[in-house]
């Protein structure tokens, strides 16, 4: 869009340039007016800041040449390439300025090294884009007939967003004989139009005008907008409602639905038109009580209900009834409406719960007063009689008094806080009108609690699982108890009975938590000493007077002691007559690879892999001559001897357990190599003392393994009988274990119903636990290796002592 100057020619893009500069000793600024017309094109050029004010547009980059504007978006841009200012948007004069007869938009410029600091002043002229146009497109206006000549009537106003000469200058009405239009000037060149009345209007001639008033500007071209105003010519009210009736009368029901029609008023009127349109309003008596109870169509007159209607508040009611006509100076007519009402069975009985208690001991005789309750209804008559009732099948029951409408709520039958510790009993309460009507109340009794429980243990027999040489003080294992009872009747204590007979023998060697059931070791055990000891706990209340169970009762708590590796291996051959873990053994020279030299025999107190020895070469004088047997012990030639093998050779053999921390012990074996004729001479001596020391070996091994069979076959047989008590019916079958290490010499896995057992020697995890309803012999052991089926492997450890490789190796 190009820019208008009045008296220049037209410029692309300013139409008036002023500037001026001023320059002070810290800096300097200038100020340039442009003058652009609103609503130019996004982009459009408004003039040269740049060439304006001399500056050479080479250095507006390198001294970072912009506007400054505040937090409002600004509406102009500079190129910093040739210093023009652009239009940033759509500039709308009557946004920016809304109806100033001057807009000017200031614009910040800024110039750095050195500071020079611009100001642009950019007027933005009016352009005629907006045409007048009426609040309204038509206009009702009502007249009376009687109205007089020049009697002025108010109309809405034009308006035209633009300014000066651009906005309204004139108010144009269509031709007519009656009416005329009168323009008052106001503030801001607004200009208000009046309708004024040329001639006396006469409604039976006319009655109603249709005309048009039109809003021009002063814009070249000129734009208008117009309204259509319509005069209805009322017509002279002179004659009032008259009621059809002389009196109202009608009677409602109480509590009729919202929305009832009471009855219907109705009134005429003579006259014609608005003079004649008849509505009804209450009258000024009528309080707002009465509005909130009933509403009053004003066209039909009905009267409805609007609230609830009660009989019992107000059995008649009286309402002034205005009727109106719609004329210019309205008349009316008033009239009273009698409505009666009539009672119904809109009450519903009531129930009072007095002297309650809300709790009561469970103790408590059949009989027992609980409550006292009485019922009321506000009917009367059939309306007003009540039967009240609760459910059968409760240990509650009612009792009627004296007086009417009063019972006692009483027990019925023993209460038992255990099976039931509150009930929420029902109350309904039911009068004999038609339709009956009902109302229920529940009330909460609590029943409080009697010490009639004595405390019982959660498992009974316990079994538990202690390791040696535990530390004295420290918790071992806990037993716990619950008391059906509430409260200080179920607070448990715990104590250990140290008179219950065989069982009391170890009771010395531990202690109980009281609280918590927490026992507690008072001494080291030691697995080679005792293996295993009973005791009995007694669990005791707090109630008045307390309840405990009886040394009969309590349950029997078995603790076996698990096996540490806490003994070293001990040497039984060789050994020297000093006692010394070492021997001398002669061989001939021509002996061929394989040959038995010696046998080292250990022994060792633990038990399980505690005490499964290995055996290994510590110290050898030629490993080529001699190897060891790491299981035997048995120390046997790699090849023949030649001439040049040295005559005596030292062995130091390691015999060590396979604990987790492993304990181990030395024997040393000396070697001599003789000449077969000198070994012939020598063995038939060390054959003698080899036999007699084999005897000794041969007779202590029988009774080792003597007594282990005995165990063995003792657990087996104990093992069946406590299968056979079990309730469930489970076929048991002996399983091979595919993944046998050798570790445990003897073992013997079974598999009953769909749980997988392996009976063992006393070898365990710490921490193990008992799996209840396994009568004490199943500890469960997580398997890392978890079949496919998705069951868990479970240890038997009922004997402590089965094992045949209790350390003895041969």
């Known amino acids: 869009m190009e820019h208008k100057r009045r008296g220049a020619s037209r410029q692309p893009w300013q139409c008036l340039v002023f500037v001026a500069l001023l320059f002070s000793l810290k800096g300097s600024f200038a100020q340039i007016r442009y003058s652009i017309a609103e609503e130019m094109k996004d982009g459009a050029a408004v003039g040269n800041i740049a060439k304006d004010l001399g500056i050479d547009p080479r250095t507006l980059k390198e001294r970072g040449f912009r506007i400054v504007s505040s937090s409002k978006e600004s509406h102009f841009q500079i190129d910093q390439n040739d210093g023009i200012l652009y239009v940033k948007g759509k500039i709308d004069r009557e946004e920016v300025c809304e109806r100033s007869s001057v807009c000017l938009i200031d614009v910040k410029t800024v110039l750095e090294n050195p500071l020079e600091i611009h100001y642009v002043a950019v007027e933005v002229v009016d352009v005629n884009d907006h045409a007048p146009s009426f609040p309204e497109r038509e206009k009702r206006l009502e007249i009376g007939e009687s109205a007089m000549p020049g009697t002025r009537y108010q109309l809405p106003a034009a308006r035209d967003p633009d300014g000066g000469t651009n906005s309204v200058q004139m108010y144009k009405l269509s031709t007519n004989d009656h009416f005329r239009i009168d323009v008052k000037e106001r503030d801001g060149d607004r200009k208000m139009p009046f309708l004024v009345i040329q001639k006396p209007l006469d409604r039976e001639t006319k009655q109603f005008y249709k005309l048009q008033l039109t809003a021009i500007d002063g814009g070249r071209p000129p734009k208008s907008g117009s309204m259509n105003i319509i005069v209805d010519v009322l017509d002279v009210n002179d004659n009032m409602p008259v009621f059809t009736k002389e009196v109202y009368s009608v009677t409602l029901n109480e509590n009729s639905p919202v929305g009832t029609t009471v009855i219907q008023v109705n009134a005429t009127d003579l006259d014609d038109g608005p003079n004649g349109d008849v509505f009804y309003t209450f009258g000024n008596d009528v309080d707002s009580k009465l509005r909130e109870l009933f509403d009053l169509d004003s066209i039909t007159g009905n009267i409805l209900v609007k609230g609830n209607i009660n009989f019992e508040e107000q059995k008649s009611y009286e309402i002034d009834i205005k009727a109106s006509d719609r004329g210019a100076i309205p008349l009316t007519a ?477």
């Open 334 to 810: 008033d009239k009273s409406v009698i409505i009666k009402v009539v009672d119904v069975n809109d009450n519903v009985p009531e129930i009072d719960v007095t002297s309650f208690a809300s709790a009561i001991p469970e103790d408590s005789r059949p009989g027992t007063t609980v409550a006292l309750i009485s019922v009321h209804d506000l009917d009367d008559g059939q309306n007003g009689k009540i039967s009240l009732s609760l459910p059968d099948d409760i240990a509650f029951k009612l009792m009627p008094s004296t007086k009417d409408n009063v019972y006692s709520l009483v027990t019925k039958s023993p209460l038992d806080r255990e099976s039931m510790y509150e009930y929420d009993i029902v109350l309904v309460a039911k009068d004999a009108g038609e339709p009956s009507l009902s109302s229920i109340k529940t009330i909460k009794v609590i029943i409080s609690d009697v010490n009639d429980n004595p405390p019982v243990f959660l498992f009974t027999p316990y079994m538990f699982y202690v390791a040696e040489n535990n530390i004295p003080g420290d918790s071992m294992f806990s037993v716990s108890a619950f008391d059906r009872d509430f409260n200080e009747n179920a607070l448990v204590s715990y104590q250990i009975c140290r008179d219950c007979g065989d069982d009391s023998k170890y009771t010395s060697a531990i202690n109980i938590n009281s609280e918590n059931g927490m026992v507690y070791a008072l001494k080291s055990f030691d697995f080679e000493t005792v293996k295993t000891f009973k005791f009995h706990v007694l669990a005791t209340d707090s109630g008045t007077p307390a309840r405990s169970s009886n040394a009969t009762c309590s349950p029997s708590v078995t603790v076996f002691i698990l096996d540490q590796n806490d003994n070293s291996p001990l040497i039984l051959s060789p050994l020297s007559s000093n006692g010394s873990a070492e021997g001398v053994e002669e061989i001939p020279r021509n002996v061929n690879a394989g040959h038995l030299v010696a046998k080292v025999r250990a022994y060792d107190l633990d038990v399980g892999y505690n005490g499964w020895l290995l055996f290994a070469l510590h110290e050898v004088s030629d490993h080529t001559l001699f190897g060891l047997d790491r299981y035997t012990g048995q120390i046997r030639t790699l090849r023949p001897f030649t001439e040049t093998d040295e005559a005596k050779h030292k062995l130091v053999i390691l015999v060590k357990d396979n604990g987790n921390v492993s304990l181990s012990a030395t024997a040393t074996v000396l070697i001599n190599l003789v000449e077969p004729r000198e070994a012939f001479a020598a063995s038939d001596v060390q054959g003698i003392l080899k036999d007699e020391d084999e005897n000794n070996v041969t007779f202590y091994l029988i009774i080792t393994l003597g007594s282990v069979s005995t165990l063995f076959l003792i657990s087996i047989i104990v093992l069946i009988v406590m299968q056979c008590s079990k309730s469930t019916d489970y076929s048991s079958k002996y399983l091979q274990e595919t993944n046998y290490d050798g570790t445990l010499c003897h073992s013997i896995q079974y598999r009953s119903g769909d749980k997988r057992y392996m009976l063992v020697g006393p070898r365990m995890s710490i921490g193990s636990t008992i799996v209840p309803g396994s009568n004490g012999n199943t500890l469960v052991v997580p398997d890392r290796r978890r079949r496919a089926s998705g069951e868990w492997w479970h240890i038997n450890l009922y004997s402590a002592q089965i094992s045949t490789c209790e350390g003895l190796a041969v």
